[in-house]
Nanobody, 117 residues
């Protein structure tokens, strides 16, 4: 089993930045790719970004150029740097682990990001 724990959410004004982190533990050898998803109130969960163990990244069009995903394989962590935040980025953000391009085998508990306009 794999455990994922997110941190770093909070309240920020539009145009600001936040950095989310996710720590992985357990059978992490089974994780090829890690990613971030988000779910806004009343909407389905949507994919945000993915990074493979080798560092290959992929982003949803709505965040490309504003968000950056990175990982530290030695520390078993993945981060999401979010810049130029917009009110529509408000959501619960979930860390995930699995296979490229959309890792969905393992999930964290989620962390709330609220962007005020």
């Amino acid at each position: 089993q794999v455990q994922l724990v997110e941190s770093g959410g909070g309240l920020v004004q539009a145009g600001g930045s936040l950095r989310l982190s996710c720590a992985a533990s357990g059978s992490i050898f089974s994780i090829d790719a890690m990613g971030w998803y988000r779910q806004a109130p009343g909407k389905q969960r949507e994919w945000v970004a993915t990074i493979t163990r080798g560092g290959l990244t992929n982003y949803a069009g709505s965040v490309k150029g504003r968000f950056t995903i990175s990982r530290d394989n030695a520390k078993n962590t993945v981060s999401l740097q979010m810049n130029s935040l917009k009110s529509e980025d408000t959501a619960v953000y979930y860390c995930s682990g699995g296979t490229y391009p959309r890792p969905r085998d393992y999930w964290g508990q989620g962390t709330q990001v609220t962007v005020s306009s």
